[in-house]
């Protein structure tokens, strides 16, 4: 501990975060909420996707001071990625962080109004894969111990060679967590492409249910023309498995309708009447609105 040197560190921490601000941009979202973005590169800037409106105007404030008008290129809740297009150009890019392990320095960097902004932190945890609510797949399970307040969200996350990590995401309570930069990376490619992140669709209105020891998701409204009412679910029966897992509510039916389910054929448990049955259903493609 005597050869530690806190000013040496603390420098190198100050020049990670000045080195990767120009890259990093102030969003004026809806509300006046002000978040942050980064760059990705060829003008496509990242940003956090729930706090961007449809009809929003967009404007990117960057580290230099600068105005930029942005479009919206694509976003998709299930990952709560947003990419933003503008027409500037010669921005840096950050690159990929290296492999991540609990105890790690993490960096979370963001932009206020130009004003560039910086929090250390360490990584609290590191996991395998998980679905968001919205079924969207989240390559690894980074969650930070870090005190970053609104304005970093959306930002991206360094390690302590200045590599990316990720973006800076808040789940429940508040607390900090990152998508990863391979989620981000997957994610981009389709947005560039489509605009969108195909989800998967199941066409029914669905309330928490329980009867008896069974737990499950309760129809309670069938869309016209969706997979359900095609495959003859009828309004109060009661969805207790998907491919014979167990489904724990609505919620855990949504987390299963994500990109890779459109398309594919499932065989729902379900209860009717007292009775169990299973219905096969061809997952459709979300609609767009």
């Known amino acids: 501990m005597s050869d530690f040197n806190l000013g040496a560190f603390s420098d190198a921490v100050a020049d990670i975060a000045e080195g990767a601000a120009p890259a990093v941009a102030s969003l004026n979202a809806h509300h006046g909420r002000t978040t942050s973005a980064f760059h990705w590169g060829a003008g496509y800037f990242v940003a956090a996707e729930e ?4 009809d929003d105007e ?3 404030t960057l580290g230099s001071g600068e105005r930029a008008k942005a479009t919206l290129a694509g976003r998709d809740p299930s990952t709560g990625i947003a990419l933003l297009k503008t027409e500037r150009t010669g921005l840096p890019v950050l690159a990929q962080a290296t492999a991540v392990r609990p105890g790690h320095v993490a960096i979370a960097i963001g932009n206020s109004e130009g004003a560039a902004l910086a929090v250390l932190g360490t990584v609290g945890e590191v996991g395998p894969a998980w679905r968001s609510m919205r079924g969207g797949t989240i390559d690894r399970r980074i969650n930070l111990a870090v005190g970053a307040g609104g304005r970093f969200e959306g930002g991206p996350v360094l390690d ?4 990316l990590i990720g973006m800076l995401l808040f789940g429940p309570r508040r607390r900090a967590l990152v998508i990863p930069f391979e989620t981000v990376e997957r994610t981009v490619a389709v947005l560039k492409e489509k605009g969108h992140v195909v989800r998967g669709y199941l066409g029914a209105a669905l309330h928490p249910a329980r009867d008896g020891d069974t737990v499950g998701a309760m129809v309670m409204g069938l869309d016209d023309n969706g997979p359900a009412k095609a495959a003859g679910l ?3 029966d009661i969805i207790m ?10 919620r855990g039916l949504m987390r299963r309708l994500g990109p ?3 398309g594919s054929e499932v065989k ?4 009717r009447g007292g009775s169990r049955s299973e219905v096969t259903v061809t997952i459709g493609e979300k609609p767009l609105n």
Do not use: K, Q, Y
Request: aromatic letters at 4%; zero cysteines; glycine letters at 22%.
């Open 51 to 54: 706090v961007l409106d449809a």
């Open 58 to 60: 967009i404007e990117l």
């Open 160 to 163: 302590a060679g200045g590599g």
């Open 234 to 236: 009828h309004v109060g």
């Open 241 to 250: 498995a998907w491919n014979g897992e167990p489904v724990e509510g609505p």
């Open 260 to 262: 890779d389910s459109a």
């Open 268 to 271: 729902l448990g379900i209860l």
